[in-house]
C-alpha cells in the first residue's frame, strides 16, 4: 500500500501556532506540501495545496490516498499534473479525474485525449495564494516538464522534477527512442534541459524527484527523499561541468535494459482505455477451487508468498511481496496472459493492488496453496540448499548468477555462467537440462524466482542457495 513516511517529527510555528510536521510534510508561505512514496516502485508523488485548492502531481492508480489528504484538510483537488507519460505504472489521473473533475495538466510536446490543458514552457498556473511555472525540459521523454512552485511572496521555493532529475542522478533517455530519435538525441536534449532550466537555479531551491533509490527509471539514484540544487550541483555527477560529448556518453552509456513492461505502460498511460482500480479489484478479488484453476489453460499463476518451502504449483513463478513485487513481475512476465493469483491468506487485495499498478489487469482471482494442496493436486518442492550443500552439490553443476553486472564487478564464484535475472528468459537454451542447475545471487530472493522460472520451463535439475554470494565466499 502506498504509505506516509513518517520517520521523523518536527515542529514549525505558522500564524502563532504550533504544528507537528511529518517528514513528509512541507509547510511553507502559503502553502502545504506533502509527498507520498510507494516502496514498491520506488516512486513519489506529491500533494500541494493553497487556500483549499490542491493538484496531486504524478499520482498513482491507487487514488484513495490522495482523496483522503484532500478530506481530512477540508481541500479540493483542482488540477492533476503530470510530468511525463510514465513507463513504470500506470498513472491516476483519470480516476482522479472521474472523482474530483480536477483539470488534466501536462507541458509542452504532450498529446494525449485527456488533457485538458497544456501548460506551455516558463506559463504560470495559479494555485491559490501560490503559483507554479513549467519548465520544459525534454530528455528522459519529449515531454518531460518539471514544475517549479512559487510562494505567496513570489520566492522559488521547490521544484518537482520528475524523471529528469534524481538524487545523484538523471533520467535514463532510452525509455522514449522513435525511429527518428535516438536514446543520444534524447540525452543530448537532456544535457540542454539540465543546463538551461535547471543548473540556474538558487541553491536554497528544494528538488523533490518523481523516483528514489530502487528505480529502473535512472541508473544509480541515490538514497534520500529531496535535496537542495545547491548539494546536488556538488555531488551529481550529470550536473558537473562537461561538454555536450561527454554527458551524452555518460548518460547514455552501460543502462541495463529496462524490464519490458515499460513500454506497454507509456503507451497505455497516453489513452484513455484502462479502468479504475476499484473496479479490478471487484472483478479479480474472487477465491478460486483448485479444480477451476486446473480447468484453465494458458492461465499465468504468479505466488507472491515469501516462502515455497512447503512447494509450489508446478508452472507457477514465485515472486514474494517483500521484494520489488511489481517491478520483477512487470520484468519477467508478460502482460496479456490471464493471471492467477497464489497468495498469503490476506495479501489477495494487496497482490492485486501491486500489479494492476502496472497495468496487469487480467487477475481472474486467487488460490491459497494450503487449498491447493489439501485438494491432492501435484506439488513441485524446491531444492534449497545452506551454503555447505550448495558448493559440494554445486562441483559438478552448472552454476548461475542472476546478480546484475554491477554486482559481478564485486566478484563470482569461479565457473559461474553470468545471467542476470531480468535477462533469463531471453537465455534459456543456454543451460542444459540434462544438468544440474545451481543458481545463486545476492540474498537468496532472485535465485528463488529463477528456479521457479527454471522449473516452469521444464528445467527439473535445479537447486539454488537459500543465502547470497557475500554469505557463501565467506
Known amino acids: 500500500m502506498i504509505k506516509i513516511l513518517q520517520k521523523f517529527n518536527r515542529t514549525l510555528f505558522h500564524f502563532s501556532k504550533e504544528v507537528q510536521l511529518k517528514q513528509s510534510e512541507t509547510l511553507g508561505k502559503g502553502f502545504y506540501q ?10 513519489y508523488a506529491y500533494y500541494i495545496e493553497s487556500n483549499k485548492e490542491a493538484i496531486i502531481i504524478d499520482p498513482l492508480r491507487d487514488i484513495q490516498p490522495y482523496l483522503n489528504i484532500a478530506k481530512e484538510r477540508g481541500a479540493k483537488i483542482k488540477y492533476v499534473l503530470l510530468t511525463h507519460f510514465h513507463a513504470d505504472f500506470i498513472a491516476g489521473h483519470l480516476s482522479l479525474q472521474r472523482e474530483t473533475d480536477a483539470q488534466i495538466i501536462m507541458g509542452p510536446k504532450a498529446t494525449a485525449p485527456f488533457i485538458n490543458k497544456v501548460l506551455n514552457d516558463n506559463e504560470f498556473l495559479n494555485l ?15 515531454e518531460s516538464t518539471c514544475f517549479l512552485l512559487y510562494d505567496e511572496e513570489g520566492k522559488q521555493h521547490s521544484i518537482y522534477t520528475g524523471d529528469t532529475l534524481f538524487l545523484g542522478e538523471v533520467g535514463r533517455p532510452d525509455l522514449a527512442v522513435k525511429s527518428d530519435v535516438t536514446q543520444f538525441d534524447l540525452a543530448s536534449m537532456l544535457y540542454a534541459s539540465l543546463r538551461q532550466k535547471i543548473l540556474g537555479l538558487p541553491d536554497e531551491v528544494i528538488v523533490f524527484p518523481g523516483h528514489g533509490a530502487g528505480s529502473a527509471c535512472g541508473k544509480n539514484i541515490s538514497a534520500g527523499y529531496s535535496c537542495n540544487i545547491g548539494t546536488q550541483k556538488k555531488n551529481n555527477y550529470a550536473l558537473q561541468e562537461m561538454d555536450q560529448e561527454t554527458f551524452v556518453q555518460l548518460v547514455a552509456s552501460d543502462l541495463p535494459k529496462p524490464p519490458q513492461y515499460f513500454f506497454y505502460n507509456a503507451g497505455l498511460n497516453k489513452t484513455n482505455q484502462f479502468q479504475d482500480l476499484n473496479l479490478i479489484l471487484k472483478k479479480a478479488n474472487t477465491k478460486l477451487t483448485p479444480a477451476k484453476v486446473v480447468s484453465k489453460q494458458g492461465i499465468q499463476i504468479i505466488d507472491s508468498r515469501n516462502s ?3 512447494g509450489f504449483i508446478p508452472g507457477s513463478i514465485n515472486v514474494p511481496l517483500q521484494i520489488p513485487f511489481a517491478t520483477w513481475v512487470g520484468t519477467l512476465l508478460p502482460h496479456d496472459r490471464e493471471i492467477v493469483i497464489v497468495c498469503e491468506p490476506g495479501s489477495e487485495e494487496q497482490t492485486i493492488m501491486r500489479l494492476s499498478r502496472i497495468g496487469y489487469d487480467n487477475i481472474v482471482g ?38 546484475t553486472k554491477e554486482e559481478w564487478g564485486r566478484g563470482i564464484l569461479k565457473h559461474a555462467q553470468l545471467i542476470t ?3 533469463l528468459p531471453q537465455n534459456l537454451e543456454k543451460l542444459d537440462k540434462l544438468r544440474d ?8 530472493q532472485r535465485a528463488k ?26
Not at 507520498?36 to 516512486?43: D, N, P, S, V
Not at 518442492?381 to 559440494?392: A, I, S
Open 34 to 43: 506533502q509527498q507520498i512514496f510507494t516502496g514498491c516502485l520506488a516512486e
Open 128 to 142: 491559490g495564494k501560490v503559483k507554479i511555472q513549467a519548465l520544459h525540459t525534454p530528455g528522459h521523454t519529449q
Open 308 to 310: 515455497i518451502s512447503d
Open 366 to 403: 486467487y488460490l491459497h496453496f494450503e487449498d491447493w494442496k489439501a485438494a491432492g493436486n501435484s506439488i513441485s518442492k524446491p531444492t534449497e540448499l545452506e551454503v555447505q550443500d550448495f558448493l559440494k552439490r554445486s562441483k559438478l553443476a552448472q552454476i548461475v548468477d542472476v546478480r
Open 421 to 423: 535475472l531480468s535477462e
Open 437 to 444: 542447475i545451481s543458481i545463486y545471487c545476492g540474498t537468496g
Open 449 to 474: 524466482i529463477a528456479h521457479t522460472l527454471l522449473v516452469a520451463n521444464g528445467f527439473t535439475r535445479v537447486q539454488y542457495c537459500k543465502v547470497g554470494y557475500d554469505d557463501i565466499i565467506k
